[in-house]
């Protein structure tokens, strides 16, 4: 079994745990903001589709064929809680989205942005696709902000990232947001691992070159 297939299959098993804390009320929270024609970025097996009930049209992207496979089963989940909208899963790459510059209302990301293999480009390509009055909303989790345990989370992270399927613990995600042009006007702190938030898209000249 590959690891990818391997990560796929117990992908929805090793987030009960997490959820049973509190995270599914955050991607529920997150999910639930999005309205009119909406993006989700690195969609996984599908377990925020439940909660688009708000998107007039969602399309979502998902780089794992794994994956990719088990969120096709989900897909009529989107359409039973939309009236019936429109719900497309694409195999793409969140560092290249296939899609044209300011063609989405809203965007959404959830503990995503670990494993992406260029997260500043992926950063980038949001901001590119997103409308220039559109929201992105995102609940990740950016390296710790307490010296000790940003600490921790750097010495983790080789080990850990092959074991959880290329997830960095170590990454300033919210850096990445703010030097391609996303201007972060909101964030919650959920404890001293995940971060909520929602973004704007700057004008080109606020863009700060490499966090």
Known sequence: MSAHLFVAAVYDALMVPAD???????????????????????????????????????????????????????????????DGGCAVLVQAEAESIPFPDNSFDTIISTLTFCTIGNPQQAAAEIRRVLKPEGRFYFAEHPIADKSFLAKAERVVTPIWKILAGGCHLDRDILAYFRSVGLDIVKTTRLDSFFVAGEALKNKPNQIVENP
């Open 20 to 82: 049973k804390l509190g995270f599914e009320q955050v991607r529920k929270l997150v999910a639930e903001k999005a309205s009119g024609k909406v993006l989700e970025i690195g969609a996984g097996t599908g377990l925020n589709f439940r909660f688009l009930a708000n998107a007039d049209c969602v399309l979502a992207i998902e780089p794992d064929i794994f994956m990719l496979r088990k969120a096709v089963s989900r897909l009529s989940e989107i359409s039973s809680n939309n």
